[in-house]
């Protein structure tokens, strides 16, 4: 037996749910099929279970695609503020941290109760623990064939997201579909990851796992950022990797300022003036916590006298390391911990209005799967909300 639908959406995600909650809204017979058994993981998870849903500083500035206009109609036809309505609609309480950024005062549950109970006003048929076996174009729309029987249906739209967190059922398929029909996807890798240490200099920092201060870390080709640098078991994280790692291509050194609000050889050269008997490791507890400061020592080579008999090299050493630590990581942690992935189905073949592919009429993509990342605070989920509501007006 073949079930018709207007609009199939694959992946009962972010994106996917906002996109069949919009089709549904407009009228459409939609229906959504996702090979887990609950809709929304990621969702749950998100933000600490708070879910960071958007940002309320949102600017096209703040993504990474090959194609750097791309995301901003989406993004203006449905903005955070919309988003934010929605939320006060269902009666969500919501807070704004840092940045702008906004999370639910309760839990990450209830932004997924919101998308689910929208899909359900517009009718949307929900299937879990379904698999998708083919896809073949038809002359009018396309015919799926899964796991519970072949599905006809007008419009498609993949939703199937990135690769990050395999366990939480993401998969290669939304890239391969893509390829099917002909369209390009860009090389992909984890984006939003921690790094981990090179073996040398994880000896020296391993020790001070749980340590986080505030830093400024730049890959060479993005912008700096300044929050926290966390110190863990494998390397460094906090929102200060993150950020720089969407930008750090395999191999490169990131920049990292310890301190980036102290001016490290002007304070030296002060305190040498002042407290010329004060000992390297006492001035640097000043700044750092205590065990941070004696390995800084150990690890640079720097010699633990008193300021006034630091000779040159170690005078120009310390603010270079201090303010401008080239710091060239092992690697990444991979998809096991990557928020998102970077790269995807090239944005050059669709529509940046609709999210339709340019050369197979009624074939979406939304979210994730497509070569737009964003960075951490929010952006990510408001470009499944923008990049699935523009392709629900369409599908
Ligand atoms: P997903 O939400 O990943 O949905 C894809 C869906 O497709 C899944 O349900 C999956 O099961 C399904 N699927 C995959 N393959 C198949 C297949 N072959 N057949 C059927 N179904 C399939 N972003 C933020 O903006 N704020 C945050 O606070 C935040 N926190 C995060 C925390 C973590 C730990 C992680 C991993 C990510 C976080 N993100 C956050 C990023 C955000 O979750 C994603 O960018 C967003 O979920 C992408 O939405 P999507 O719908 O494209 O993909």
């Known amino acids: 037996m073949t079930v018709q639908t207007d609009v199939l959406v694959i992946g009962a995600g972010a994106a996917g749910l906002m996109c069949a909650a919009t089709a549904a809204a407009r009228g459409r017979r939609v229906m959504v099929i996702d090979h887990a058994k609950q809709a929304g993981k990621k969702i749950l998870i998100s933000g600490g279970g708070r879910c960071n849903f958007t940002n309320l500083y949102l600017e096209p500035a703040n993504y990474l695609c090959g194609n750097r206009h791309f995301v901003k109609s989406a993004l203006a036809q449905y903005t955070q503020w919309d988003f934010i309505d929605m939320v006060v609609r269902h009666g969500i309480a919501y807070h704004e941290r840092d940045h702008g950024q906004l999370f639910c005062d309760d839990s990450a549950k209830e932004i997924v109760k919101m998308l689910l109970a929208e899909c359900d006003n517009g009718g949307?048929?929900?299937?879990?623990?379904?698999?998708?076996?083919?896809?073949?174009k038809l002359d009018q729309g396309f015919a799926v064939a899964t796991s519970i029987g072949r599905i006809q249906c007008q419009?498609?739209?993949?939703?199937t997201g990135g690769l990050s967190m395999p366990k939480l059922g993401a998969s290669a398929y939304g890239y391969r579909l893509?390829?099917?029909f002909g369209l390009m996807v860009l090389p992909t890798r984890a984006g939003l990851v921690p790094?981990?240490?090179?073996?040398?200099?994880?000896?020296?920092?391993?020790p001070l796992s749980g340590i986080s201060l505030t830093a400024t870390v730049a890959a060479r080709r993005g912008p700096a950022f300044t929050e926290q640098?966390?110190?863990t078991h494998r390397g460094v994280s906090g929102p200060s990797v993150l950020q720089a790692s969407n930008y750090r291509q395999p191999g490169e050194a990131v920049s990292v300022d310890l301190l980036p609000s102290v001016d490290v050889a002007?304070?030296?050269?002060?305190a040498r003036q002042a407290h010329p008997k004060r000992q390297l490791q006492t001035w640097l507890s000043e700044h750092f916590p205590a065990r941070l400061a004696e390995t800084l020592i150990a690890y640079h080579g720097w010699q633990n006298l008193p300021l006034g008999q630091l000779n040159k090299a170690t005078l120009e050493a310390i603010?270079?390391?201090?303010?401008?630590w080239q710091l060239k990581p092992g690697g990444d942690e991979g998809y096991r911990t990557a928020e998102v992935t970077l790269g995807g189905v090239d944005t050059d073949q669709l529509s940046s209005k609709t999210m339709e592919c340019k050369t197979v009429p009624g074939l979406f993509f939304v979210g994730e799967v497509m070569d737009v990342t964003g960075w951490l605070g929010g952006f990510n989920f408001q470009w499944a909300w923008s990049s699935g509501y523009v392709a629900g007006q369409n599908a």
């Open 319 to 324: 603010p270079a390391q201090l303010n401008r």
């Open 195 to 206: 790094f981990t240490l090179q073996p040398q200099d994880k000896l020296h920092f391993e």
């Open 266 to 270: 002007e304070a030296l050269a002060q």
């Open 178 to 180: 893509a390829e099917q």
């Open 124 to 136: 949307v048929q929900l299937r879990l623990r379904t698999e998708v076996e083919s896809v073949s």
């Open 229 to 231: 640098l966390l110190i």
């Open 155 to 159: 419009s498609l739209v993949v939703a």
